[in-house]
């Protein structure tokens, strides 16, 4: 149980375009979900914390306007990463606390963004 | 300081060794304490999770805490090649994630168990 995917896994665009990440709780519904991003030899940084039908909150230092973020059912929240440029070429994770237990957190394969 | 500080390692061990992990801490508000494990290009897998001090055990892990030395470990007893990954620990301060109480990790250890 408690698993939770992610699509794509690996996705290369251009610099100037969008990609859209989803993340979806598969077996447990997911009242908040996080979006992490992952730096080489580096910590999982949280980005945001999403709440599902609720505007997500962004952490300190992160672009709301680049960085959209939609939870839009108890099962599914994406992260559109707006006019990319090589930058945020990095490994961006989701996760997901099923009701009622917050403390839990599953994360998802992650989604290796390459912008050339 | 970081509030969370891990050695990287990496951290070589043959089969069948007790491997110890620690991460220690600053924030003396944490109360939650997880150990996730991260195999190459994959998401971070729950392996266990302590509330406040104490020891937790499941199957060949065990978790103790220490909030008076802000100090958490991870025991692998018996370690097997399938162990060889990066494990994180993570804290938070309170019983809800994200922006009010989001979890903070270490780094990671990377362990590398040789058959």
């Known amino acids: 149980g408690a698993v939770v995917s992610q699509h794509p896994s690996w996705v290369i665009c251009k610099s100037g375009t969008s990609v859209k990440i989803e993340c979806r709780s598969l077996?447990?519904?997911?009242?908040?979900m996080f979006w992490y991003r992952q730096f080489p030899k580096q910590s999982l940084m949280l980005m945001a914390t999403?709440?599902?039908?609720?505007?997500?909150?962004?952490e300190q230092g992160v672009e709301k306007d680049k960085f959209l973020i939609n939870h839009a059912s108890l099962t599914l929240s994406t992260l559109t990463v707006t006019s990319a440029h090589p930058e945020d070429s990095s490994f961006y994770i989701c996760s997901a606390s099923p009701a009622g237990k917050p403390y839990e957190q599953y994360f998802g394969p992650g989604t290796r963004l390459t912008v050339t | 300081q970081k509030e969370v500080e891990q050695d990287p390692g990496p951290l070589s061990v043959p089969e069948g060794a007790i491997v110890s992990l620690n991460c220690t801490y600053s924030?003396?508000?944490?109360?939650?304490f997880m150990w996730y494990r991260q195999y190459s290009r994959k998401g971070p897998e729950l392996l266990m999770y302590t509330y406040s001090s104490g020891n937790k055990e499941d199957g060949r892990f065990t978790a103790q805490v220490d909030k008076s030395s802000k100090y958490i470990s991870l025991f692998i007893r018996d370690s097997q090649p399938s162990d060889s990954a990066t494990y994180l620990c993570?804290?938070?301060?309170?019983?809800?994630?994200?922006?009010?109480?989001?979890?903070?990790f270490g780094k990671g250890t990377k362990l590398s168990v040789k058959p």
């Open positions: 999403s709440n599902e039908g609720s505007k997500a909150t962004y």
């Open positions: 993570a804290m938070s301060v309170s019983y809800y994630g994200g922006s009010q109480g989001n979890l903070i």
């Open positions: 077996d447990f519904q997911a009242t908040t």
């Open positions: 924030n003396s508000a944490f109360q939650y």
